[in-house]
Antibody
Framework: EVQLVESGGGLVKPGGSLRLSCAAS????????MNWVRQAPGKGLEWVSS????????YYADSVKGRFTISRDNAKNSLYLQMNSLRAEDTAVYYC??????????????WGQGTLVTVSS | DIQMTQSPSSLSASVGDRVTITCRAS??????LNWYQQKPGKAPKLLIY???SLQSGVPSRFSGSGSGTDFTLTISSLQPEDFATYYC??????????FGPGTKVDIK
């Protein structure tokens, strides 16, 4: 059974840092691109970042570029999101999601339960 | 950036109703359109990918159609477990995807 379990969320002050983790199991983690998607309280879904299976390709939303860093450790079946210079508008539930490559595109077929990040003084 | 809109933003329906949700892209995205269902406090769940392909395990009452800029998600006979928020997502610009604002389906 595919499982994605996020951790590392919490309360942090504006300008602070936090590192999220996503532990994957039930599939060959090293074969899949992975994504972070967030959802502010009461709002819709926003794609944050993507990393290819071998970490060769990394992408960020403009809203987090230069502040967030995505990485992965295929030996540990883990995905990470280092978040620096946090702002109030980064407050959200952060989900990790597995990406399926399909016809030059893709979709997110499995999602974790999410971890809440609250940026407040 | 490709912008996605959905209509309606919310709707009220009864069990057994046929429900249709529309999603529109700001430019042609071919068939690179996915649909997700999200229940309160839960992660999104993939329903439809590539505009019309049903994800494994998803009931056949869910269907998707469309191409180019206009897409629809149809629930042929609404069930109690279908009350949720539905999001479309364009994957034309994968991996930098964008989601629609969501359509909340609740009980009439």
């Amino acid at each position: 059974e595919v499982q994605l379990v996020e951790s590392g969320g919490g309360l942090v002050k504006p300008g602070g840092s936090l590192r999220l983790s996503c532990a994957a199991s039930g599939f060959t983690f090293s074969s899949y691109s992975m994504n972070w998607v967030r959802q502010a309280p009461g709002k819709g879904l926003e794609w944050v970042s993507s990393i290819s299976s071998s970490s060769s390709y990394i992408y960020y939303a403009d809203s987090v570029k230069g502040r967030f860093t995505i990485s992965r450790d295929n030996a540990k079946n883990s995905l990470y999101l280092q978040m620096n210079s946090l702002r109030a508008e980064d407050t959200a539930v952060y989900y990790c999601a597995r990406e399926i490559d399909y016809d030059s595109s893709g979709f997110l077929d499995y999602w974790g339960q999410g971890t809440l990040v609250t940026v407040s003084s | 950036d490709i912008q996605m809109t959905q209509s309606p933003s919310s709707l009220s329906a009864s069990v057994g109703d046929r429900v249709t949700i529309t999603c529109r892209a700001s430019q042609s995205i071919s068939s690179y359109l996915n649909w997700y269902q999200q229940k309160p406090g839960k992660a999104p769940k993939l329903l439809i990918y590539a505009a019309s392909s049903l994800q494994s395990g998803v009931p056949s009452r869910f269907s998707g159609s469309g191409s180019g800029t206009d897409f629809t998600l149809t629930i042929s006979s609404l069930q109690p477990e279908d009350f949720a928020t539905y999001y479309c997502q364009q994957s034309y610009s994968t991996p930098m995807v964008t989601f629609g604002p969501g359509t909340k389906v609740d009980i009439k």
